[in-house]
């Protein structure tokens, strides 16, 4: 607590006046959103007290303050992964502080892979539930009773109202069709999973697949905040579908969503 305390005045310090209503958290490729944002302030990670600073290509590293669609947001430019080394806390360290420092909704996005068979490239999944296959999870150790309860219930780790908002907001954009709803399995990765593990995360009911998201949603949920999060198809990991992929690929097709999931954000920013 003390150290997401530092962090937390650090940046309080240099908002000042500045009172964030949401929080977002923008995945592999999916940097787009900021030129949508009239940004205030920018705050390099490394700059922040007690701060992870991001080791993977097309996670600049920055913490963004400013409005969107006449909402102030706090947009992380980049997240941290269990793969890259970092422990669960410092995975989620981040999200604890923009709770603390005002947050009310946090919106998440990531680039992951379709094992539905029904899906394709670009598709946009809102995460309706998750199952959790990484090693370990940030509420592991003493509990931070200042953040939450010992035991999270974890009935509803996305929120139905969101939801419903951005499906109705993907209609009035018209690209409904390229939205649905899914399971979102998280892995530690970073390798990519064989055939058999695709095979094997469908059958227990995943729709997608990733390396990130799930920490955050679980640090979120301990401290009663209503997340939506978007998983952007990159690959496709179904029988018959699958095929080699390098980050190249996955950026490509990050890249050709990237406007709607910007459209999508900033319609749902815009009526919450």
């Given at each position: 607590?003390?150290?997401?305390?530092?962090?937390?005045?650090y940046?309080?310090?240099?908002?000042?006046?500045?009172?964030?209503?949401f929080?977002?958290?923008?995945?592999?490729?999916?940097?787009?959103l900021?030129?949508?944002?009239?940004?205030?302030?920018?705050?390099?990670?490394a700059?922040?007290?007690?701060?992870?600073?991001?080791?993977?290509e097309?996670?600049?590293?920055?913490?963004?303050?400013?409005?969107?669609?006449?909402?102030?947001?706090?947009?992380?430019?980049?997240?941290?992964?269990?793969?890259?080394?970092?422990?669960?806390?410092?995975?989620?360290?981040?999200?604890?502080?923009?709770?603390?420092l005002?947050?009310?909704?946090?919106?998440?996005?990531?680039?992951?892979?379709g094992?539905?068979?029904?899906y394709?490239?670009?598709?946009?999944?809102l995460?309706e539930?998750?199952?959790?296959l990484?090693?370990?999870?940030?509420?592991?150790?003493?509990?931070?009773?200042?953040?939450?309860?010992?035991?999270?219930?974890?009935?509803?780790?996305?929120?139905?109202?969101?939801?419903?908002?951005?499906?109705?907001?993907?209609?009035?954009?018209?690209?409904?069709?390229?939205?649905?709803?899914?399971?979102?399995?998280?892995?530690?990765?970073?390798?990519?999973?064989?055939p058999?593990?695709?095979?094997?995360?469908?059958?227990?009911?995943?729709?997608?697949?990733?390396?990130?998201?799930?920490?955050?949603?679980?640090?979120?949920?301990?401290?009663?905040?209503?997340?939506?999060?978007?998983?952007?198809?990159?690959?496709?990991?179904?029988?018959?579908?699958l095929?080699?992929?390098?980050?190249?690929?996955?950026?490509?097709?990050?890249?050709?969503?990237?406007p709607?999931?910007?459209?999508?954000?900033?319609?749902?920013?815009?009526?919450?």
């Open positions: 607590m003390q150290h997401l305390r530092e962090a937390t005045a940046l309080q310090t240099h908002l000042q006046d500045f009172q964030p209503e929080g977002i958290i923008l995945g592999t490729g999916l940097g787009g900021v030129h949508e944002i009239e940004v205030q302030h920018t705050f390099s990670y700059d922040i007290p007690h701060f992870p600073v991001s080791t993977v097309s996670h600049s590293g920055k913490l963004l303050a400013g409005t969107l669609a006449g909402r102030r947001v706090l947009v992380m430019q980049g997240r941290f992964h269990f793969y890259e080394g970092y422990s669960m806390e410092q995975v989620v360290f981040p999200v604890r502080v923009l709770k603390l005002g947050i009310q909704k946090l919106f998440v996005s990531n680039a992951g892979g094992l539905n068979p029904d394709n490239y670009a598709d946009l999944m995460i539930d998750h199952i959790n990484q090693p370990t999870n940030p509420l592991i150790g003493k509990n931070l009773d200042e953040l939450g309860p010992r035991f999270p219930d974890m009935l509803e780790p996305y929120d139905h109202s969101l939801l419903a908002l951005a499906e109705k907001a993907a209609q009035k954009l018209g690209f409904a069709d390229k939205v649905r709803r899914g399971v979102y399995a998280s892995l530690p990765g970073p390798m990519l999973e064989t058999a593990e695709y095979r094997y995360l469908r059958t227990i009911g995943a729709d997608g697949v990733g390396m990130s998201t799930v920490p955050e949603v679980i640090a979120a949920v301990h401290m009663q905040l209503p997340v939506l999060a978007i998983s952007v198809i990159t690959d496709l990991c179904a029988p018959g579908k095929k080699r992929v390098q980050l190249a690929d996955i950026l490509r097709v990050a890249a050709d969503a990237e709607r999931l910007t459209a999508l954000l900033k319609a749902v920013v815009e009526q919450c």
